[in-house]
Structure formats: structure tokens, C-alpha cells
């Protein structure tokens, strides 16, 4: 009989999944294509998105990389690897105090559409923290409600509903830890 698997085994389990498809893609398409065009682009563009990027900092690493591309004048997608490394490494630096985790209780709310990564990103994030020895605290709420383009009344309510739902359940934590 299998052994039962914990949160984080098999979270550590599923990330590596995704690590190594991710990988996989980044491989493929260096050696996949035989110059640097549009299509290329496009592809990477898709891959970034794909592996959890979002879509500004997408486009800012694509804007990014043609720029050197251009500048280094590279015409063999293997050689912009490394511009590519060094353009996300670029997107990803924060200003010490982007996220102050450090002396405060601190409540990082997470919002997007169905399978944009949030579930990962948290779990990364939650990591990181315990690592450095955070009590870390989750929930997952779900509204099945589907936010529509055209109606922003509707939309601001169930946002609204949502931010009223988390301050109900960060009111509870908080009476949770006085009790304990």
C-alpha cells in the first residue's frame, strides 16, 4: 500500500511537475526554432503567461528581450537565452520594502481567475515564510460569481462582498489567537 502524502509533499510534488514542464517548454522552444521572428516571440509569450508571469510582466520581459536582441544583434533563439534569464531576474527585483513581512502581522489577499497559478503562488509564498520561521495562516474562499465586463455595479458588489467576507474571517483569526 502507497503512504499517505501531506499539504506540502505534495505541493513540493505538484511544483516540481510544473517546474519541469516549464523547463521543458523553455528547452523546446530554444532548440525548436531555427531564428528569431515573430513566431518565436509569440511562443515565448505564451510560455511566460503559461507559467504563472501574468501578462504585464509578460510583456515587459518580451519588450525587453527584443530590445537586447536588436542591440546584440542575436539572430539564433539559443544565444538569447541568457538575455531572457537576465530580463526575468530584472522584472523580479523589489525594493527592500515591496513586501514588509518582516516585523508585521500582514494579510496578502490573492484574486484572479481559474487557473492563473494563485493556489501555487500562495503555496510558494507560504514556504517562503515558514522558512523564515512565519506562522502562516490560509483559507481559500471561492464566490461563485462570475464578474462581467458590462456590469460594473455587479461587479463592485461582489468585490465588495468578497472584502467584507475576508474582514469577517480575519476578525475571527484574530479572536482565535487571543483565545489560545
Known sequence: MSEKKGFF?????????????????????????????????????????????????TMNIIEDLKKKVKENKIKEPEECRQLLIDSIKDQMRLEDSAYDFIDKKSVVLVIGVNGVGKTTSVGKLAASLKGQVKKVYYWQLRRHSVLERSNSSKNGQIVLGLISSVKQRVQILRLLYMMR
Open 9 to 57: 509533499k505534495r505541493l513540493a510534488q505538484g511544483l516540481s511537475k510544473t517546474r519541469d514542464n516549464i523547463a521543458s517548454s523553455f528547452d523546446s522552444i530554444f532548440s525548436g526554432f531555427s531564428g528569431i521572428d515573430e513566431d518565436f516571440y509569440e511562443e515565448l509569450e505564451e510560455i511566460l503567461i503559461m507559467s504563472d508571469m501574468g501578462i504585464d510582466t
